[in-house]
Structure formats: structure tokens, C-alpha cells
């Protein structure tokens, strides 16, 4: 092989390091992914780019060399693979499963891998790899052509919005080097970008293992007139550098408070410039002032462009907090509450449509709740199919609300406000990511309707504090009965309340919801909005339903002022309650002819730390009234 | 197409955006201080991200009072320096029970670090600490997160990290519950000199050569640093030019025989050299392949 060029030099290191390094400071940074299997030989590509680029030190190598004979799979030879797969256990299976980052420098930039599996099942790990990353490597081998892993890393890499695609043709030392295996596989693969709107991409065709075409053009395929893999990765244009010349947009993620003199704002710019002077707009507030100052340790900066991190202050004292966005005060990004959106599933407990998830776009930090997919997309054939949730791994199309309106960008035309993960509530994973298309409607045109009178007022003139007494509990665990003997006395006492039980409601309200785990949360949404409207009435709302999951009880508690829900749980075990069977609902169920029945085959989940527990088998329904109200009132 | 933003500059400015990051959802965090040029270089981002306000956490040094007396010296000027308080840990038990390097082994490493973190984490109720380990220094650590989470009683469960997607970062957790952040996970050794030459930042004198008394023992050159080193029959200490490419517990880190004096000539040295950065730590070696990880799990850094 001819010797290369592009990598360090070690004669300049040796002879003028001073001159080495001034040059090395000027270096770029590019992220790229790489997509394929163990089979495509993607662990040998990688290992063989940190080998050329001498990022592997003679003690690893003797390792490297050890382990090679040991458990390596390329017999006496070098096992580029093995210096890659990572973990322990993931090695003696021989199977990378999850995502992990190498580095390497060239002579002109310095290189993050992210090294992903490619199996179905790790969807997850590819999106989150591709969601940093400027290029996308995608691996074929020569003898196999485009599978269909080829089309789902395609069309991932293309979903996330990477910009350059590599179809590194690999593994060409099997094929002979053959100048027709190539180009038929670049014929059919072309055909196949097209159709999901991939216009752009560099085919290369490559022996990871010889290492052909890698650092230099080889001399085994005379017939590819280049770039080589490296010289390809050091000339693309970087993703983030291409953000500078969008409208300026920084979210806030710190403000800065040293003393009463200096109020700063700080963030990092996710697109555009900046320069003391701008005009600039504070969403979703809409007020304008301009840039007073970039503050920095070294001193104030004249400019700051999108990806660095900095502190701005402002001319005006307005006011601007974590998750308000300062954008250029003539191209300001919109602010809304409902969304369709692209959501890629990321957790084994599939979604649940109508459950309120945390939602983390940028700095902002909102509840939002889903609706059932409007489809999903089968990664390997691309068709769209009809869902009625996402399972792991599942992406689909989604309409999505949130709680209150949030500063953003389609995700297209900007990452950093376009991008988003869903939390859940109760375990706090991270359950999703989602790319933002565009607003169901604009929410500044919606404003909430103040009125002069409000609830605080009312209340006053019942001389009461509203509040929402939230009974939980299995089937004929006494909810109903003691929530009546609540009301009861309530209204012996002059207060004003309203029961809302569970079967009226159904009757009414919700006659249109039936008794599947996504009908449930909805039920509950409805009552929980419901009785929020009858506390800034100013009345004591009791509610008694089942309601037996924790997360949609924590939807409705974070609807209401803190302190105004108040979590009832009755305490009876299912052996009493199923004895009891006050409606003989129980023996149904049990006989299989009442599906989705609590406590037989639908879980409840206990309140961990309610308000009140009354516990049934102690307490009469008479003392577990009285306790409430003492509890209420006292 | 040139790219305004070099490498340095973006790794910095990934950095500060997580440690700015952190302060959002922590309740009590801290800065794990080791005083070593990662430590130094996470200072400095530190001081960065907060600027003008000094950082709005302390600093943590886990000290097992065998770090070399240099050490020593820099940490109290760089904690003055910064106005930012620090926070010396001892394990009272490992100090009690005289556990030390030359006659413990293992448990050396095991009580003062690894039990003394989680006891000064615990004795604080810190539920955010700043390390500074990096993605490059290992294999295992490749596919640690930024975020990484901690059981109410340290361990690590692989299977439980949370994905990392654009730079959006999940900092919830329950109660007891705790996070270690890695600011600079990305940046790699390199990284870390040229920043260190760029910014000008102080580090210990010992990354510098320059005539050290030393004895050879096991393979490894080890640095005669005050009078607690026991020598065997027959040693004596040889003044080498000799310098040290990580720094530890001084009967535990083998020096390199070096004439770099400046930065300039270490990273010289370091690009031209052949062995890898953690080579001269003992710490690595017991339990072979996955000892790293293996010490992960039992809730060393």
C-alpha cells in the first residue's frame, strides 16, 4: 500500500511541535454515525480508521494482537473489530448493543464516532447515535448488495435529517474488487434513496479488513477515481456551520445573577449570530429590547455564532427566564400548543395514548399528552400502517398537545427547536424522541379569557377553600359510600360541593368511553377538567372513581394550585372488596364475562404517599367521613 | 466551506452547555476534584459557564492522604482561586485502620475512593457530581452516558441509562437517586493539552520532567514523595528526570523517564509515545479485561 498522507505526520511532531500544534488547534470537528452490522465488518472499519490514524498505543495493540488469537475471528490475523466492542458481556456474545463514541483525528479535523448496532431491535440506539451526527456511514457488503437493514438505516439516517450520506461498499477484497459488483449495487441503491427523498449521496467502495480506499485511493481498484472514506469525512461541510447563517435563536437555559447590577442570560446559540446592538425578541413573551453585552470569562465578545456557548445581557430589564427563547427581534420563531409530530418509541412499556408525558424541547419543559397514532411507519418496507399505540422500537406520526404553549421550530429547518424527548412521569426514562412537523394551530390567537371575577373571589363569597377530595380505590372498596357521607355533612356544614361519581359519569360525559387502558386515562381526563372548572368555581369537588393508575392521579393533581388535590385512597384489600361484591361485578369478571376488570386482569396502582388513606377493615364509613372533613376543615 | 468554531471550540462550548444544564433539575450538585489536568480543565469550563458568577457548586476532593504533596499545594490555590468552596473528604474508617498503598492493595483504592465517595456523597446529600472521566480512556467507558445514574446506594445499571438524543439531556430522578455528569466525555487526551495550552490553564508541576528521586519496583518507576515509603533492602532512591502522564496516589503511579519541560514538549512526547495513558496506573490491571467496568458497578467513578 502507498504510504498516506492525510494522517499526523510524525515528522513535523518531532521536528517543530510548536508549528504542529498551532496547525492542530485550527482543526474542525465532525460526528458522524456509522450503520451496519458485525457482518457488513463496521467494528473492522472503525477499529481500522483509529488504527491508521495511530489512536491505538502499542500496549492496546499487544492486547489487541493477544486477543485476536484468542477469540478473534480473522484467525492469526489483526481483529480490528476487537478493539471496538465494548462491554464485557456484549463481547462474549460477540454483538454491540448499544450506542458508543470513538474518537480520531486526521491531519484537518478530529472525528466523533457514533458506533451503533444495526439490528431492528436497536432502532433506538441508531436514532440516538444519527441525532448528533453530521454524516451518515452506511455499510453494505459487497456480496450481500441492499438489504434491508440497508433500507432502514437509510431511511433513520434520512429521518433525523443527516444531510450527507456514505454508502461504503465493503468488504471489495471478497468480490475481487470487481468494478460491476459495485455499480450494480449503486444502481439498485439509487433507485431506493430516491423513493424516500435521499438526493445526495457519496458511494465508496472499500475493504475495511485491507484497509482499500480508507486513508488513500487503492491500487486494487484503479477504476474508482475517488475520494477516499477519509478525504470524503474531511471535506463535507459540518452540519452546525451551516446554522450560522439562520435567524439568530438562543434558549435560555441559566439566567445569571451574581449581584443586583448584573443580570445575564445563558444559553447556547442554537442558530444564527449575535452582536451587541441586535434587536432581539423574548418568546413566547414577544417583548423587545437589544443586546446590551456577550459576557464571557475572556472578556466581552463583538459576535458569538449558533454553537457556542455564551451570556448575553440585555438593554431592558425584561423579563426572560429558562425555556424562553431571545431570537432576532424581525424573524422570530412561533410559539404554539398543538403539534404533529414524528415520535421514534424508545421504551419497552409502549405509549399510552392520552397520558400525559414530560415533554423537553430545548430548555422548555412542558406536560404533553398524545393522541393514537395517526400511523406508523414499518421501518423495512416504509409502509404506513394503521396503530393504535408505539411499541419499542416503533415510529409513527402523532398529534400531540401541551399544557401550555412552547417556543418552537420545525425540526427540519432547526434541530435544536425542532427536537424533542417524552419523560415518563412516574419512572422518569426517557420513553421517546420526537421531530416536530408543524402547529395544528397558532396558540398566540388562542388566549386564555380572563374575567374580572375570579376564583379566589368566589370562593370568598362561599366563605370556603376550593378543594378536589380525589377517592381511589378497587371496585367496592366503600369510595361511593363514603364519599356520600362526606358530601352529606359537607352540606350540613354550609359548604358547597359536588359529588362526581364514577357510574354518572359514564352515563353522561363519557357514555362515549369504554374500559380499555387508553379509555380509562381519557375518562379521567375529562373528570379531572371537569372538576377544575368546579374549583375556580369556588366549589369542594368530590370525586370517586377508581381511577387505578398513579400517572393519570398525578395528571389531574398537576392540573389543579398545589395543595388543592387531595388524594383519598380507600384502603380495602381485593379478598374484602371481592367479598363484599356489592354489584356483583366481581363474580363476573372471575367468570370471564367483564373484561379490563381492576384488581382480576387490570392492575391497580397504589397511591405511595396519599393525603388520607383510610383503611376499610378498621375504620366505619361513619369515622372515615369524619376523618375526612377533620382533615378538610381542621 | 471553513468552519468558524474549531474542535476546542465546540467541546468547550458542549461542555459548559451541560454543566449550565445540570443546574436546571439539581438540587445540591457538586464538582468531584482529583486535581489531576482533567480536573483542572474541568474547573476552568466551570468558571466558564458560570462567568461572572463564580460556580454554583463546591468542589469535592476525595483524598486518601497519599496524593503527592504538589497536589496538595495547587488544589488549596486553585479553590482559592476560584472562590468556590472545598470540601475534603477522608474515609474515617480507612483512616482509622492506617489503610495505605504499600501494605493493602486493593482495598487501598477500594476504602478511601471508592467507599469514601459514596460516604461523602451520602454525608452531604449531593444528588448531582461533576466527574471528569472521558470516553477515550477506556473501552467500557465508550458507551457511558453524560448522564449517568446512580441507585440510592451507587451502583450502576447498565440496562437503566437513558438514551442521550441532540444535546437534550433527561436530569430527572426520584428521591435518593443521583446522577454523576461527565462534561467532557467526548474530549480526548489531546484534547485535553491543547485546551490546557490554549487556555493557559494551571496544572501540577508533575506533568512536567524534571529530577525526581525514584526506585524501580514492579516494572514501574515510583516517586519517592515524602518519608512513609517504605524501601526494601537494597533500594535506594535514584534521582531520574522523570515525569507523570496521570496523577494518583504516588506509591501507585509510575513515572516516565522524560526531558519534556514544557507543554509543548509533553504533548510532543505524548504523540510520539507508544503506550496508552492509563498504562501507568496500577489501578487498571487487577481483574483483567473488564476490571474497569467491573469497578463501575461497585460505584467507582
Known amino acids: 500500500m502507498t504510504t498516506d498522507p492525510v494522517y499526523v505526520t510524525d515528522a513535523l511532531i518531532a521536528e517543530d511541535i510548536d508549528a504542529y500544534l498551532a496547525q492542530h488547534q485550527q482543526k474542525s470537528l465532525l460526528r458522524f454515525i456509522t450503520c451496519g452490522s458485525v457482518d457488513d465488518g463496521k467494528s473492522t472499519l472503525i477499529g481500522r480508521l483509529l488504527y491508521d490514524s495511530k489512536m491505538i498505543f502499542e500496549d492496546q495493540l499487544a492486547a489487541l494482537e493477544a486477543d485476536s488469537k484468542r477469540v478473534g475471528s480473522q484467525g492469526q490475523e489483526i ?140 491500487d486494487n481498484m484503479p477504476w474508482f477515481k475517488g475520494p477516499a472514506l477519509i478525504e470524503h469525512l474531511e471535506n463535507v461541510e459540518i452540519a452546525a456551520a451551516a446554522d450560522e447563517a439562520k435567524p439568530f435563536r438562543l434558549p435560555v437555559q441559566w439566567v445569571n445573577r451574581p449581584n443586583l447590577d448584573f443580570r445575564g442570560f445563558s ?101 404533553a399528552t398524545i393522541q393514537q397514532p395517526k400511523y406508523e411507519i414499518n421501518v423495512n418496507t416504509l409502509d404506513h400502517l394503521a396503530a393504535k399505540t408505539l411499541e419499542l422500537n416503533g415510529i409513527g406520526v402523532v398529534e400531540l398537545s401541551t399544557d401550555k404553549p412552547i417556543v418552537f421550530e420545525a425540526y427540519a429547518d432547526n434541530r435544536t427547536l425542532g427536537g424533542f424527548i417524552l419523560i415518563d412521569k412516574l419512572t422518569n426514562a426517557t420513553v421517546a424522541a420526537g421531530m416536530l412537523h408543524f402547529s395544528l394551530r397558532r396558540a398566540q390567537n388562542v388566549h386564555w379569557q380572563a374575567s374580572d371575577v375570579d376564583r379566589d373571589m368566589r370562593a370568598n363569597l362561599k366563605n370556603q377553600r376550593p378543594a378536589l377530595l ?82 393519570e392521579r398525578e395528571m389531574v393533581r398537576a392540573m389543579l394550585p398545589e395543595g388543592e388535590f387531595i388524594e383519598i385512597f380507600i384502603d380495602t384489600p381485593l379478598e374484602e372488596a371481592e367479598r363484599r361484591d356489592v354489584k356483583g361485578l366481581y363474580k363476573k369478571a372471575r367468570a370471564g364475562q367483564l373484561k379490563n376488570f381492576t384488581g382480576i386482569d387490570s392492575p391497580y396502582e397504589a397511591p405511595e404517599t396519599p393525603e388520607i388513606r383510610i383503611d376499610t377493615t378498621v375504620m366505619s364509613p361513619e369515622e372515615a367521613a369524619d376523618l375526612i372533613i377533620d382533615r378538610l376543615l381542621g | 466551506m471553513t468552519d468558524t468554531l474549531t474542535h476546542l471550540d465546540r467541546l468547550e462550548a458542549e461542555s459548559i452547555h451541560i454543566m449550565r444544564e445540570v443546574m436546571a433539575d439539581a438540587v445540591k450538585p457538586v464538582m468531584l476534584y482529583s486535581v489531576g489536568k482533567d480536573s483542572a480543565v474541568m474547573l476552568h469550563l466551570a468558571r466558564k459557564a458560570f462567568y461572572p458568577s463564580p460556580p454554583p457548586f463546591p468542589l469535592l476532593h476525595v483524598d486518601t492522604t497519599w496524593k503527592f504533596q504538589a497536589m496538595y499545594e495547587l488544589r488549596d490555590r486553585m479553590a482559592a482561586e476560584s472562590g468556590m468552596e472545598l470540601i475534603v473528604y477522608q474515609n474515617p474508617e480507612a483512616k482509622e485502620r492506617g489503610i495505605n498503598p504499600f501494605d493493602h492493595g486493593p482495598l487501598h483504592t477500594d476504602m478511601w475512593k471508592t ?81 490546557i495550552a490554549r487556555e493557559n490553564i494551571p496544572i501540577v508541576p508533575l506533568y512536567f520532567a524534571a529530577p525526581r528521586p525514584t526506585v524501580e519496583r514492579d516494572g514501574l518507576l515510583l516517586m519517592v514523595d515524602d518519608d512513609r515509603f517504605p524501601l526494601l533492602p537494597g533500594e535506594t532512591p535514584v534521582e531520574r528526570s522523570v515525569r507523570f502522564r496521570t496523577l494518583g496516589c504516588y506509591p501507585l503511579t509510575g513515572a516516565v523517564e522524560s526531558e519534556a519541560k514544557t507543554l509543548s514538549e509533553v504533548i510532543q512526547e505524548m504523540l510520539l509515545t507508544t503506550t496508552s495513558e492509563r498504562q501507568g496506573r496500577i489501578i487498571d490491571k487487577d481483574g483483567g479485561d473488564a476490571s474497569m467496568e467491573k469497578k463501575k458497578q461497585e460505584g467507582y467513578f
Open chain 1, 79 to 218: 481483529d480490528f473489530a476487537l478493539l471496538v466492542d465494548g462491554l464485557a458481556a456484549e463481547r462474549e456474545q460477540g454483538i454491540t448493543i448499544d450506542v458508543a463514541y470513538r474518537f480520531f483525528t486526521t491531519e484537518k479535523r478530529k472525528f466523533i464516532v457514533a458506533d451503533t448496532p444495526g439490528h431492528e431491535q436497536y432502532t433506538r440506539n441508531m436514532v440516538t447515535g444519527a441525532s448528533t451526527a453530521d454524516l451518515a456511514v452506511i455499510l453494505i457488503d459487497a456480496r450481500k448488495g441492499v438489504l434491508t437493514q440497508t433500507r432502514r438505516h437509510s431511511f433513520l439516517a434520512h429521518l433525523i435529517g443527516i444531510k450527507h450520506i456514505v454508502l461504503a461498499v465493503n468488504k471489495m477484497d471478497l468480490v475481487g474488487y470487481d468494478k460491476t459488483v459495485f455499480e450494480r449495487i449503486l444502481l439498485s441503491y439509487r433507485s431506493f434513496a430516491s423513493e424516500i427523498g435521499i438526493t445526495n449521496f457519496t458511494a465508496i467502495p472499500i475493504s475495511g479488513f485491507k484497509g482499500d480506499n480508507i486513508t488513500a485511493l487503492s
Open chain 1, 470 to 551: 380525589w377517592f381511589t380505590g378497587l371496585s367496592g372498596s366503600g369510595k361511593s359510600t363514603i364519599a356520600n357521607l362526606v358530601e352529606k355533612k359537607l352540606h350540613r356544614m354550609n359548604r358547597h360541593s359536588f359529588l362526581l361519581d364514577g357510574d354518572n359519569v359514564r352515563h353522561g360525559l363519557n357514555r362515549d368511553l369504554g374500559f380499555t387502558e387508553a379509555d380509562r386515562i381519557e375518562n379521567i381526563r375529562r373528570v379531572g377538567e371537569v372538576a377544575k372548572l368546579m374549583t375556580d368555581a369556588g366549589l369542594i369537588v368530590i370525586t370517586a372513581f377508581i381511577s387505578p393508575f398513579r400517572a
Open chain 1, 267 to 367: 444559553g447556547q446559540i442554537a442558530s444564527g449570530a449575535v452582536k451587541p446592538g441586535d434587536a432581539v425578541r423574548i418568546l413566547p413573551s414577544g417583548k423587545t429590547t437589544t443586546i446590551d453585552r456577550i459576557v464571557t470569562l475572556d472578556g466581552d465578545l463583538e459576535e458569538a455564532v449558533a454553537g457556542q456557548s455564551v451570556t448575553l445581557t440585555l438593554s431592558d430589564e425584561v423579563d426572560c427566564s429558562r425555556g424562553d427563547v431571545v431570537a432576532a427581534a424581525d424573524a422570530p420563531p412561533e410559539a404554539a400548543d398543538q403539534f404533529e409530530a414524528t415520535l421514534v418509541w424508545m421504551a419497552d412499556e409502549a405509549m399510552i395514548a392520552g397520558r400525559a408525558y414530560w415533554l423537553k424541547l430545548a430548555t422548555q419543559s412542558v406536560s
Open chain 2, 115 to 195: 467507599e469514601g465517595l459514596k460516604q461523602a456523597l451520602d454525608l452531604h446529600g449531593f444528588d448531582v457530581a461533576f466527574g471528569g472521566a472521558r470516553r477515550d480512556e477506556e473501552k467500557s467507558r465508550a458507551k457511558e452516558r453524560i448522564f449517568s445514574f446512580r441507585t440510592g446506594t451507587h451502583g450502576w445499571d447498565p440496562k437503566k441509562q437513558r438514551p442521550e438524543l441532540w444535546n437534550l439531556y433527561n436530569a430527572k430522578k426520584a428521591k435518593g437517586e443521583s446522577i454523576r455528569v461527565f462534561p467532557i466525555s467526548n474530549w480526548t487526551e489531546l484534547d485535553i493539552w491543547q485546551y
